[in-house]
Nanobody, 120 residues
Framework: QVQLVESGGGSVQAGGSLRLSCTAA?????MGWFRQIPGKGREAVTT???????RYADSVKGRFTISKDNGNNTAYLHMNSLRPEETAMYLC?????????????????WGQGTQVTVSS
């Protein structure tokens, strides 16, 4: 098991920005973020593999940027131009595989989540 600790959530007005961080207890080959929206299922946001290759959901392309510091096992999610419908619990994920698609089923490790609230 790998413990994931998220931070950086909060409240922001529409159009604003936030940065989330997720630190893993050890190195993993793939990290990312999913979000749980009230009344909806869990949806993928972004992933990044050990080599720094990112993948993004279409809805966040051009606004969100994921990065990873392999030295301290931390992934960062910079979110710009946030929308009210993106209010959600953002969950950090990780796996011990270089295969890093936007599919929840493949992730072994999940964080507790950090709340992001975007007001209109």
């Amino acid at each position: 098991q790998v413990q994931l600790v998220e931070s950086g959530g909060g409240s922001v007005q529409a159009g604003g920005s936030l940065r989330l961080s997720c630190t893993a207890a050890r190195d993993t080959e793939c990290m990312g973020w999913f979000r749980q929206i009230p009344g909806k299922g869990r949806e993928a946001v972004t992933t990044i593999d050990h080599f720094g290759t990112p993948r993004y959901a279409d809805s966040v392309k051009g606004r969100f940027t994921i990065s990873k510091d392999n030295g301290n096992n931390t992934a960062y999610l910079h979110m710009n131009s946030l929308r009210p419908e993106e209010t959600a619990m953002y969950l950090c994920v990780a796996k011990d595989s270089y295969y890093c698609p936007l599919v929840a089923a493949g992730f072994s490790y999940w964080g507790q989540g950090t709340q992001v609230t975007v007001s209109s």
